[in-house]
C-alpha cells in the first residue's frame, strides 16, 4: 500500500479525530496530498489539500474545524478533525497527485484505502 490512511473512528459531536495518511517511502516526490471524504449515497468530495510548498485549501464546511498539515521527516500527513459534526460522518480518502516513485515510475494521482470517520449526535 503506497498511501496508508488511518486514525478514523467514532466521535461524539463536538469532538476530534486525527487522521493519518503515511506516504511510502519509495515515493520520492508528490506535489500534493489530499484527503477526500465520501458519505453513503454521496459523491466524494474534497476536505483540504497540503501541496509541496505547503499551501493549504479547504473545502467551505470544513473550514476552521480541520487542520491539514504534513510531517516530512515522517512522510506523513494528517487532517486535524475539530469540533466534529454527524454531517462530517464519511469514508475518509488520502490522495497523492503527481507522483512519483524511487524507480522512476510516474502516476497522476493515486489513492489510499479509506478510513471510517462516524459522528454520533
Known amino acids: 500500500v503506497q498511501l496508508q490512511a488511518s486514525g478514523g473512528g467514532l466521535a461524539q459531536a463536538g469532538g476530534s479525530l486525527r487522521l493519518s495518511c503515511v506516504v511510502s517511502?519509495?515515493?520520492?516526490?508528490?506535489?500534493?496530498v489530499g484527503w477526500y471524504r465520501q458519505a453513503p449515497g454521496k459523491q466524494r468530495e474534497l476536505v483540504a489539500t497540503?501541496?509541496?510548498?505547503?499551501?493549504?485549501n479547504y473545502a467551505d464546511s470544513v473550514k476552521v474545524r480541520f487542520t491539514v498539515s504534513r510531517d516530512n521527516a515522517k512522510n506523513t500527513v494528517y487532517l486535524q478533525m475539530e469540533n466534529l459534526k454527524p454531517e462530517d460522518t464519511a469514508v475518509y480518502y488520502c490522495?497523492?497527485?503527481?507522483?512519483?516513485?524511487?524507480?522512476?515510475?510516474?502516476?497522476?494521482?493515486?489513492w489510499g484505502q479509506g478510513t471510517q470517520v462516524t459522528v454520533s449526535s
Open positions: 497540503i501541496t509541496s510548498g505547503g499551501s493549504t
Open positions: 490522495n497523492a497527485r503527481d507522483v512519483e516513485y524511487r524507480s522512476g515510475t510516474y502516476y497522476y494521482e493515486q
Open positions: 517511502e519509495t515515493i520520492i516526490r508528490v506535489n500534493a
